[in-house]
């Protein structure tokens, strides 16, 4: 079944912030396999809600995290940041309506498999350009220092909101979002 990634002290180290988002890509990739599987199983409705509800509140809450943590700092030291976070916050945005669109639908139905399809897409399509552009330009210009701050405050931010509580699940204007974090 699901499980949600376990933030915590390594070798008496946090963790860097690029690392951590990694590992959550990966925790997401993970369950919708997951869900490939239980749909190749045939396996019950019920089952079907039950692994996606954690995983469509884990991908809220990354993109949560991200918003409150990484893509601030990449704007106040990447090189490509501003155009890199517009494409970010668009991407959070469709993934964040894919989750709200499967939460009205009944799990296992046609019209809730799309939106789960859709969520999939929108979040494979994030990650890949997010490992290839934002995570490389934070790499290339933040400290290690600055990111192991920033791996500290992903920590706290996903125990304070650990299954998905009390984030903002709006979705924002990318334009808006930028100058407000710039």
Request: proline fraction near 4%; aromatic fraction near 6%; charge should be negative.
């Amino acid at each position: 079944m699901w499980a949600q990634p376990a933030y915590g002290v390594c070798n008496s180290t946090m963790p860097d912030i690029c690392d951590l988002v990694l590992e959550d890509h990966e925790q997401l990739r993970r369950g919708f396999a997951q869900l490939d599987d239980l749909r190749a199983a045939g396996t019950s409705a019920d089952d079907l809600g039950a692994v996606w509800q954690p995983l469509g509140d884990h991908l809220d809450l990354h993109a949560a995290a991200e918003e409150e943590i990484f893509y601030p700092e990449l704007l106040s030291v990447g090189q490509r940041a501003e155009e890199e976070t517009d494409d970010a916050i668009k991407d959070h945005n469709q993934i964040r309506d894919a989750v709200a669109r499967a939460a009205g639908e009944a799990p296992g139905s046609d019209g809730w498999w799309a939106a789960v399809t859709a969520a999939r897409k929108a979040n494979s399509d994030h990650i890949a350009e997010e490992e290839r552009g934002a995570l490389a330009d934070l790499r290339a210009t933040a400290s290690p220092e600055q990111r192991q701050r920033l791996g500290t405050a992903w920590a706290v931010f996903h125990g304070r909101h650990r299954d998905g509580r009390n984030i903002d699940r709006t979705d924002k204007s990318p334009e808006q979002y930028v100058q407000d974090n710039t």
